[in-house]
């Protein structure tokens, strides 16, 4: 079953597009979005984690959404849920993620997205 896309009253949760991935690579190479982050993504690196993030939201019922700011932004990052796959006390878990192109921070857009994946991953998938 693959996610359904979500809303909000300026974003919009979807799917990935092909188009998104430029943006995305600009995203993964920008010091200031990655810098408590190993290491910036290249452009095959960076297309990789986008493959890996849209074959998860097709095969499950949440993950790393791409996000649309209604009428001015067709792609500035991802917001989601997302189970880690690093070994951790406190593992298995379920996160909340986020990575927004910087230009989009300090908008309450991440903490607007974050809301409503939370609410589906209580009120939908009963987390």
């Known amino acids: 079953m693959a996610a359904p896309n979500l809303e909000t009253k300026?974003?919009?949760?979807?799917q990935w597009k092909k188009t998104d991935l430029e943006i995305f690579a600009k995203i993964n190479s920008d010091p200031m979005v990655m810098d408590f982050f190993p290491s910036l993504l290249n452009k095959v690196k960076s297309d990789s984690l986008a493959n890996k993030i849209t074959k998860e939201l097709e095969e499950n019922d949440y993950g790393l959404w791409a996000v649309e700011v209604k009428n001015?932004?067709?792609?500035?990052?991802?917001i989601g849920l997302h189970r880690p796959d690093f070994e951790a006390k406190f593992m298995p878990c379920i996160e909340i993620a986020?990575?927004?192109d910087h230009q989009y921070w300090r908008q309450g857009y991440?903490?607007?997205?974050?809301?409503k994946v939370l609410e589906y991953a209580f009120n939908v998938l009963k987390l």
């Open 10 to 14: 300026r974003l919009s949760l979807r």
């Open 98 to 100: 986020w990575r927004l």
């Open 72 to 78: 001015k932004a067709s792609f500035t990052g991802f």
């Open 110 to 115: 991440a903490y607007e997205g974050a809301k």
